[in-house]
């Protein structure tokens, strides 16, 4: 299955600022999925990120706060903007590889 | 909507014990089901993917089952041991670019 790097795999970050996670897959893939996991909560699809297009955002979730980028089809990120400590979550990335969903071992953000 | 519930929400049993794990979910038009483990503060390990066309999969002390029509599927760890405590999220997939929907997850200890 697919192996997935993902970083940075935890920060500190002041309120107001923003924060770019990147995730780096060893082979192509056609599409990379973002998800959010709040504290003691499960975890809950931001957006699905294709390459060469924009990316698709669920019921909740906006472009201006979380902007993602997917430059190739092997490379995505995610910005979380003007942040807030409402923000503070495991930041996870995963792909389909056909052996099923492969996940980053996640960027756990604290906003203070 | 697709929802996915899973029972117990903790569980705690002494080393050596068979157990059993539920998930259900609301609509049985699914790709696929897969289950995964996460160990505090990690991202997350698949253990069994299921195709919408299989019954159950095997992967050493683990078994899972799924009955699409009913809605339901169940992981059965046999021998339990204390390597086995984590939080157990059930998923299941629409395809394509549905991504996963998450249960709320398993907080699963055994006790040495």
């Known amino acids: 299955s697919a192996v997935i790097s993902q970083k940075p795999s935890r920060d500190i970050c002041q309120r107001g600022t923003s924060l770019t996670i990147q995730c780096q897959v060893d082979?192509?893939?056609?599409?990379m999925f973002w998800y959010r996991q709040q504290p003691g909560q499960s975890l809950t699809l931001i957006a699905t990120a294709n390459q060469g297009s924009e990316a698709t955002y669920e019921s909740g979730f906006v472009i201006d706060k979380f902007p993602i980028s997917r430059p190739n089809l092997t490379f995505s990120t995610l910005t979380v903007s003007n942040m807030s400590p409402e923000d503070s979550s495991i930041y996870l990335c995963?792909?389909?590889?056909?052996?099923?969903?492969?996940f980053g071992s996640g960027t756990r953000l604290t906003v203070v | 909507k697709q929802e996915v519930t899973q029972i117990p929400a903790a569980l705690s049993v002494p080393e050596g014990e068979n157990l059993v794990l539920n998930c259900s979910f609301t609509?049985?038009?699914?790709?696929?089901l897969q289950w995964f483990r996460q160990d505090p503060g990690k991202g997350l390990t698949s253990l069994l993917l299921i195709q919408s066309s299989q019954r159950e999969q095997t992967s050493g002390r683990l078994n899972a089952s799924l009955d699409k029509s009913s809605g339901r599927s169940t992981l059965y760890i046999a021998a339990s041991q204390p390597g086995d405590s984590a939080t157990y999220l059930c998923?299941?997939?629409?395809?394509?670019?549905?991504?996963?929907?998450f249960g709320k997850g398993t907080h699963l200890i055994i006790q040495p």
């Open positions: 995963s792909v389909d590889d056909h052996y099923g969903y492969t």
């Open positions: 609509d049985s038009a699914i790709y696929n």
């Open positions: 998923a299941v997939s629409g395809g394509g670019a549905d991504g996963l929907t």
């Open positions: 082979s192509q893939v056609t599409m």
